[in-house]
């Protein structure tokens, strides 16, 4: 029997039973066989979404893992066709060398296509190209009972926005077509500096995100006072010269998921504090690869055990342009006060370029991304609290990364929902979708 499957997060804690088929021309009969025995299923790709997402209602999943294989290439324009299970790594190790690069990369290689597509994942490039939907041009989707429907946007075109940000329900993506970007070197030029509070935060970004394809910062999440949101700032370009090598550094591993979690106010304020001093005061000039740029945690594989048995959960939230600087704040000094949060905090920018997805996260404003070992004291006290924030600032929370958001929450802040669940697959169901909708 084939190890169970869970999601990033560890929580909830439910084991998905696997169904894995080796060649599209198999997922039929297969997606057919598990719905008529359990009633319904999901597509599940490499379990990189944290919450209840990527689980299905019954805990029975077509694995799409073995689906990882390269179509079509044109390596003169940038374009591939690829399984719906073959994962950011996977093409980064193939098109770099021929001189291309993901359009848009989340903050892991080890999504799959398939699931970039359904989450609509965004990076941090949002400000100037948008979300992942947006760069792609076509795909297969199967739906029980039917002949495969190739996707596009002039294709069964209201599927296409559909399952762009979809949640996998439209149907099972067998296959999708890309338009990469070309590079002329897979190094990155970066400018890093620390600043001291969310109002620094907030002029830099304002200075400095126009002139750089990427732009993000690291937030310390337990600072207060005057040091409220200080963090470090870091834009980044793709180098103009270098090579196309893969960045083939060794990786580390956690080899075991300990008792309890590793992440505690002790451990995260002595990181925080180091990790704010050892940036420099005054910008700074850097030269990496791009792996430690894109993805500094996965080079350490199987981190997210270090939250322990009980798991974590990810709080991502995006507030409108209008009511973000003072929502974060507010988030923050609330984050402060209760003492938890995580080593890695992401604060970015999101851009106005509008996703062709329905459902799709990123909205004109400020994204604030970070974890928190898995307690019930989150979901009594200090979720509610977030989440009155969010709601008063007209923000949301995104639905790849969340595990507890309430169903009232989730319809007002994606009204389209009630189109998605027309164009739903009958046979398809996610914990998530029946928790927010049902």
Known sequence: MSQALYSWGRYPRAPQTAHASTWQSDLPALHAAVTQAHGSTLAFGNGRSYGDSCLAASDQVLHMGSLDRFIHTDWQHGIIRVEAGITLAQILAVAIPHGFFLPVTPGTQFATVGGAIANDVHGKNHHLRGTFGRHVSRFGLLRHGQEQLTCSPTENIELFCATIGGLGLTGVIQWAELQLMPVKASQINSTVVRFANLAEFFTLSAELDHQHEYSVA???????????????????????????????????????????????????????????????????????????????????????????????????????????????RELLGAIADSGQGSFLAVLKRCGDIASPGLLSFPLPGTSLALDFPQSSELEKNLFPRLDSIVRTAAGRLYPAKDAHMTGSDFRQAYPAWEQLEALRDPSLMSRFWKRVTL
């Open 218 to 328: 690291w937030i310390d999440c337990l600072a207060k006072g005057t040091d409220t949101g200080r963090g470090v700032f870091i834009v980044g370009d793709h180098a103009r010269y270098g090579s196309l090598d893969l960045d083939e550094r060794s990786r580390l591993s956690v080899p075991l998921t300990p008792p309890i979690s590793l992440i505690n106010n002790l451990s995260l304020r002595a990181f925080n504090s180091t990790y704010w001093h050892m940036h420099p005061a005054q910008r700074s000039q850097r030269r990496s690869a791009y792996e430690p740029f894109f993805y500094p945690l996965d080079r350490i594989h199987h981190w997210n055990r270090i939250y322990g048995r009980n798991g974590f959960q990810q709080y991502q939230c995006v507030i409108p342009d209008a009511n973000a600087e003072v929502a974060m």
